[in-house]
């Protein structure tokens, strides 16, 4: 019987085990119910748009990883294709959960008129 390694390399490889890993991060995090939908509570509070946007992001990022490594051999221009997706969805992802902490470490943006009117010389 022979063995076989099972090496993964080049950005796909990447974007498949940090996608994979940020999901089973999100599991164990405390959520809340927020119009019927279950939101962590450490960062996506009071978002759940965001929340669902990180989530399709990811989702898409791990299946266009999953997609290239199977495509490569037999479909070369394929496998770019969904490179590329896979690199799209996770820079999404990291934009989103960056938009998501600023949010929530900046706290919400409470501008009176007067204050808008005045920045903006009017």
């Not at 990180?54 to 290239?68: H, P, Q, R």
């Amino acid at each position: 019987m022979s063995s076989h390694l099972i090496t993964i390399t080049g950005v796909e490889g990447l974007i498949l085990v940090l996608s994979f890993a940020a999901v089973f991060l999100l599991l164990p995090l405390p959520f809340e119910e927020v119009d019927g939908n279950p939101v962590p509570r450490v960062v996506f509070s009071k978002r759940p748009a965001c929340f669902h946007a990180y989530v399709l992001a990811l989702n898409f990022a791990f299946t266009g990883a999953v997609m290239t490594m199977s495509l490569r051999e037999r479909w070369p221009k394929a496998a770019a294709h969904c490179r590329r997706l896979a690199c799209l969805a996770a820079a999404a992802a990291v934009g989103t959960l960056a938009w998501s902490v600023a949010a929530a470490s900046l706290g919400p943006a409470d501008f009176s008129v007067s204050q808008v009117a005045g920045a903006s010389g009017l």
